[in-house]
């Protein structure tokens, strides 16, 4: 199916949807997962420029593009490798290239409404900034429902058991990020340590 009536099937459809995803595993491309990634960073960077700044919690200056692609790319794919993992060793079905490509999907309504939203920032006052709120939590209780139904969907398992995998998930998603820390924080160290072994070394050398 192609990659826009999936898209707009899991608004109302979502369980079809990500079956149809799992059907299609022989003829599987990276291109929609990959296209939909892009669309969430264009999506996340254009609402954070130009939410009305009564409703934004960081200045458009103050933004850091760099650290926001960081939060969402990061999170999306360790997801998508700890569903597999745990899938994996709970009798799932699902390929890492399917759950990464899930979660693409499961972002979508992020992708359709937050600039709308962002759009009724300008029309709204900062004494209705309650119901804007509202409208984001429901965008992202959505969210963390086509997440949910993907994991339980394509791995057809009990919702216990979906929330159980998703739990494990989540623990061993932290445990991936404790470790990456712990190697850039080693990284860094080393670094510092050659930089300054080499000056040390240049000048005893060279007297500079």
Request: glycine residues 4%; neutral net charge.
């Amino acid at each position: 199916m192609h990659l826009f009536s999936l898209a707009f099937c899991i608004i109302r459809h979502p369980f079809d949807t990500f079956r149809a995803l799992q059907a299609s595993r022989d003829r599987f491309s990276w291109w929609p997962s990959l296209f939909l990634l892009g669309l969430i960073l264009l999506v996340r960077l254009t609402y954070l420029f130009f939410l009305h700044f009564p409703m934004a919690s960081t200045a458009a200056e103050d933004i850091n593009i760099g650290m926001e692609i960081f939060t969402f790319v990061i999170p999306l794919t360790t997801w998508a490798v700890s569903i597999f993992a745990m899938t994996s060793i709970m009798d799932g079905q699902t390929r890492f290239s399917e759950a990464f490509t899930a979660a693409m999907y499961c972002m979508v309504p992020y992708i359709l409404l937050a600039l709308p939203l962002m759009g009724i920032s300008h029309i709204i006052s900062q004494n209705d900034s309650a119901i804007f709120d509202i409208f984001m939590v429901a965008i992202e209780i959505w969210v963390v429902f086509l997440f949910v139904v993907s994991v339980k969907t394509m791995n057809e398992y009990s919702l216990k058991k979906t929330l159980l995998v998703i739990i494990l998930a989540l623990l061993f998603m932290a445990l991936i990020c404790a470790v990456g820390l712990l190697i850039f924080s080693l990284s860094s160290q080393l670094y510092q340590f050659i930089v300054g072994l080499y000056k040390e070394a240049r000048y005893v050398l060279f007297g500079t």
